[in-house]
């Protein structure tokens, strides 16, 4: 379980294939004591799981996580290469302060930047989303964008939506590189989910009887 506040931005040092897995080794500024074999730490929306770490030279420390085609295939994690830069989360620890929403670590959908405009000191990006999850976006609702907690300033009548960056989630955090075209991890509200799902807008089809004389 996570927040959506982003603790680091990490650096991916290595990413290579092993036995149909590809493993990344980030560089990163949590102390190495903070770090477990098989803990959960949250990139750029994706939830993964430590398999190796060490302390780095000076401060910070460095881990490796593996990731498995299908999790490269639907995410933005199969564009990574070395010197790509992450947006990290460790997990929630019970009694923390949850100060963004529930993010899970499982995204739903890849979206593409529209747009990024200056808007006084902060910025507005413009997300498309992938039109089978676009519903679930909606005004002064939240949303993970790259793992980020945010919440959309406006949802536009062709499924798209925006989002109102402050200065220092500007400064913070990866969305600063964003350019129009770039690719980010999508993560629903899991309120908006159960919601659907309560109104009917995310039921299954309902069974289909066989057609024809049932006698023969």
């Known amino acids: 379980m996570f927040t959506g506040l982003v603790t680091d931005v990490g650096t991916i040092r290595k990413a290579e294939d092993r036995n149909g897995l590809r493993r990344f080794e980030v560089g990163c500024g949590y102390p190495v004591d903070s770090i477990e074999m098989g803990a959960s730490i949250m990139h750029a929306g994706v939830c993964l799981t430590v398999v190796d770490y060490g302390g780095l030279e000076g401060e910070g420390s460095w881990f490796a996580v593996e990731a498995v085609p299908e999790t490269l295939a ?122 659907a799902r309560m109104i009917g807008a995310d039921a299954p089809e309902p069974h289909q009887a066989p057609q024809g004389d049932p006698d023969g």
Do not use: C
């Open 74 to 195: 639907l995410t933005v994690l199969g564009e990574w290469q070395e010197g790509s830069r992450v947006n990290l989360e460790q997990s929630l620890k019970l009694g923390e302060e949850l100060g963004g929403h529930f993010v899970f670590g499982h995204v739903d959908g890849v979206g593409e930047v529209v747009s990024v405009e200056p808007e006084g000191q902060s910025w507005r990006l413009t997300i498309r989303p992938p039109a089978d999850i676009a519903k679930y976006f909606a005004k002064k609702g939240s949303a993970a964008i790259n793992g980020v907690s945010l919440t959309v300033a406006e949802a536009l009548p062709n499924g798209d939506f925006q989002l109102a960056i402050i200065p220092h989630t500007w400064e913070v955090t990866t969305l600063a590189e964003l350019q129009p075209g770039d690719r980010v991890n999508l993560e629903i509200d899991m309120l908006a989910r159960y919601v």
